[in-house]
């Protein structure tokens, strides 16, 4: 059979061969895709001028070969809100200065940001965001989604002293009241055997009176 009368026959059985196997001797391959996750602790809350250290976790693919120029930063109030804070370049949100410290070093996938000296304008909604640069899939950059959402409690005059006390960082000898207000020490009574499994007479208590 002559070719011209082919050709009618084998174009339906070309239409039927993969694309691939038109364009040279091997399958063309799907193009890799880069996977990567952030994990942050959905709700946290501190007392106002206490501290707090708000943990981030991160991860991606493995096969992404040599990571370099990673970059850790942190926007507040909403996804697309202010940066409070950045790595490279530094940057220290005006509102935030003296305050925050970043828990982490380069290679690690996790960390923590602290901040401390907490106002009540600090509450809100707090989110890590990381960038890199890797051989196989070049520059990268994903964010936590959901973020980590940070209440400030109020905290009394009273309660302060007594959370300092416990946490040492002033003695009862340093107690002095202020205008209107009298401090008052209890100890263990003299008379009362020592007990060393009630917990309440190896600390001393600190008690405000205004």
Known sequence: MELPLLLPLLLPLLLLLPPASLQGDHWAQPKALFHFGMN?????????????RIPFFFDY?????????????????HFHGDFIYKTTPRLIHKNFENRLLLNWEEGMKNGSLQISNLRREDEGSYFCRVEMITEKYGE???????????????????TAATLLLREGKVTPAEQTPTQGQSWSLLTPPTTTP?????????????????
């Open 40 to 52: 942050q602790q959905k709700q946290l809350s501190a007392p106002e001028g206490g501290s707090i």
């Open 61 to 77: 693919s493995q096969d992404s070969g040599k990571v370099s120029n990673v970059i850790i930063s942190w926007r507040w109030k």
């Open 194 to 210: 020592f007990n060393p499994r009630a917990s309440s007479l190896n600390h001393w208590l600190l008690s405000l009176t205004c």
């Open 140 to 158: 990268q950059q994903w964010q936590s989604i959901q973020g980590t959402k940070l209440t400030i409690t109020h905290v009394t005059v009273g």
